[in-house]
């Protein structure tokens, strides 16, 4: 199986260089799906010869759709996603692709400890994950995880904007019976400054909700 890395920004200067770094010594494929950042990031991308793509629209979720389009149409297997905050571990991604390799699964997901997340948060992150197992009979610890990695033709496309994307792959994962597996990882500070907003919060609710009844 093909896998590809995608690493998603907007304006991410302070940690573009080091996720590049880290991710070129793992030896996958990969790109940046970006949100035509003004920061320096776009340079970074260029100098290291990474692809870099643009959005289609602003938000996280027009970052992953174009990820998930690319990765199909270069006819990659595997895509994994890593926020590039330095918050998620790149160590996890040879794990999180030798799960899918070798033990089936459709997906598989870092899951961070709630006591990692930051407090502010961290009910947000509770709530969301419930309101999914309730609604769509998981089992999940973190649908909102930065870090993940799944079969490509397990999706068809997404229509999130925004930070509801990572709640709309749970939802259809789980809608679609897919083989899911959360592994335990370590989180670490963010380096720069954060995007999300708390008006986000209630946009990934919405989603949950809203994906409940369409088809
Ligand atoms: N392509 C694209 N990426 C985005 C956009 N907004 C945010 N991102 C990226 O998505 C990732 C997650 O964004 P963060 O700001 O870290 O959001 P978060 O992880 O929910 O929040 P923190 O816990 O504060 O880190 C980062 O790599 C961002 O650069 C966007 O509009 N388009
Ligand atoms: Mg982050």
Redesign the pocket.
């Known amino acids: 199986m093909k896998p590809v890395i995608c690493?998603?920004?907007?304006?991410?200067k302070e940690n573009v260089q080091v996720m590049i770094d880290e991710i070129k010594s793992l030896g996958y494929d990969f790109f940046i799906?970006?949100?035509n950042s003004t920061d320096g990031t776009i340079g970074i991308a260029k100098k290291n010869k990474v692809p870099i793509y643009q959005?289609d629209g602003?938000?996280?979720g027009?970052?992953i759709r174009k990820a998930l389009q690319i990765a199909k149409e270069k006819d990659y297997d595997i895509l994994v996603l890593i926020?590039?905050?330095q918050?998620y571990p790149v160590k996890y991604i040879p794990k999180l692709l030798n799960l899918i390799e070798k033990e089936g699964f459709d997906m598989v997901v870092g899951a961070r400890s709630l006591k990692e997340i930051?407090p502010f948060?961290r009910l947000p992150n509770k709530i969301h994950t419930l309101a999914i197992n309730l609604l769509y009979g998981g089992r999940l610890k973190d649908i909102?995880s930065?870090l993940r990695a799944f079969k490509v033709n397990r999706f068809k496309k997404f229509s999130s904007k925004g930070?509801d994307i990572e709640a709309e792959i749970t939802v259809k994962a789980l809608k679609n019976r897919l083989k899911i597996k959360e592994i335990p990882i370590d989180y670490k500070k963010?380096v720069g400054?954060?995007?999300?907003k708390i008006k986000d919060g209630f946009l990934i609710f919405w989603r949950i909700i809203k994906e409940r009844f369409s088809i």
């Open positions: 690493l998603p920004t907007r304006n991410e799906s970006d949100a959005r602003k938000g996280k027009f970052g926020d590039c905050d918050t930051k948060h909102n930065g930070f963010r400054h954060s995007k999300i």
